[in-house]
């Protein structure tokens, strides 16, 4: 199984910490194929929306030497891809945001009408089984609330599985999800 994880260590704390240290043991023990791509080290620049990915080079950021390339490539070509962020405000970190909102070559610029809301069609065949796993100290019930909302659901289909976290019993439960995941039940 392909494996890729985009993670934001900018705002750690312990249980992401956990987290992080467990998926990675669990990767190593099964022995998969597995990516790792840290963002908070890097510079990722924000879609400029010039559609380039679209029309100049379908299904590429026209942006070059670019890791978001190079994550979007590895994206399509995963079987796995989990993206553990940060909580802030109810949303993914900046950089994170960054990241999703670069994923644009990813779909058709063309609309369809879906269980009652416009999205843009999906441009391949095959996308891979995709977990998002949110983590913060102290957070609210509407920070919480917020992140499933804009996350999952009729906002966002990209994920298959949404967690949100701020304990180790928490950790525990999505560290479970995961492994069964990589038992190869995705």
């Known amino acids: 199984m392909k494996v890729m994880i985009v993670y934001d260590i900018e705002n750690e704390i312990m249980c992401s910490k956990k987290i992080n240290n467990s998926i990675l043991s669990m990767l190593l023990k099964y022995k998969h194929n597995v990516e790792l791509f840290n963002i908070s080290k890097e510079n990722i620049k924000t879609c400029d929306g010039c559609v380039g990915c679209w029309i100049k080079t379908p299904g590429e950021c026209v942006k070059k030497n670019d890791l978001l390339n190079k994550i979007n490539n590895n994206l399509i070509n995963s079987d796995l891809v989990i993206f553990i962020t940060a909580i802030i405000f109810g949303q993914y ?67 298959n599985k949404v967690f949100v976290t701020d304990t180790f019993n928490e950790c525990e439960y999505i560290l479970n999800e995961i492994r069964y995941c990589l038992e190869g039940a995705v």
């Open 93 to 159: 970190s900046s950089v994170m945001k960054n990241v999703i909102d670069r994923f644009i070559p990813n779909v058709l610029p063309f609309f369809v009408k879906r269980n009652g809301i416009m999205i843009h069609p999906e441009r391949y065949n095959k996308y891979p089984f995709q977990i998002l796993i949110g983590y913060g100290d102290d957070l609210t019930n509407e920070e919480k609330d917020t992140f499933i909302t804009l996350t999952s659901g009729k906002y966002n289909k990209s994920f």
